[in-house]
């Protein structure tokens, strides 16, 4: 996982063409109401997810991980925590969907590291990274996202 500024992406992660495609996309997107769903960046290969919602407060944070994709999410306005931690930590309650490429699980409180991301930071997202989104960061509040997915090459 790597958490930085969208403008220090590019220093700080292997900015592959993919890679290169999904960041210009998120800097092009900022100040822009875009609508919620899927933008078309290239192909199945760089996609964009618009996501709008409230943050929640829990004490069992649901996690999630992939494998075909490398998730770079990105918050637009608002702030959020992003509970991380590495896939050994993990114990899947739903198996990897090949269609969807996604599992689901939890992940024992003190494995589990928080992050808060605030507008125009980012979190490089890798399959060896179990997270869960759309945690409160002091109170639920409103969170305009996009999650760029880039293709593990």
């Known amino acids: 996982m790597v958490v930085t500024d969208l403008e220090h992406v590019a220093e700080q ?9 999904a960041v ?5 997107a900022r ?9 078309d960046i290239d192909g199945d290969r ?6 709008s919602y409230d943050t929640i407060s829990t004490d069992q944070p649901k996690f999630e991980g992939h494998r075909k994709y490398i998730d770079v999410q990105c918050v637009m306005s608002g702030e959020e925590v992003i509970g991380w931690a590495m896939i050994e930590n993990a114990t899947a309650t739903t198996p990897y969907s090949e269609e969807k490429d996604v599992w689901l699980g939890t992940v024992p409180a003190d494995r589990m590291t928080p992050v808060r991301l605030s507008a125009a930071q980012a979190a490089v997202l890798y399959p060896s990274d179990a997270h869960a989104p ?3 960061a002091k109170k639920p509040s409103f969170v305009k996202k ?3 997915k880039v293709a593990v090459e």
């Open 134 to 136: 759309r945690l409160a």
């Open 46 to 51: 760089v996609y964009a997810l618009v996501q």
């Open 13 to 21: 992660v292997n900015m592959t063409p993919a890679m290169k495609k």
């Open 31 to 39: 100040g822009k109401e875009l609508a919620d769903g899927r933008v």
């Open 24 to 28: 210009d996309f998120l800097k092009a």
């Open 146 to 148: 996009i999650v760029v």
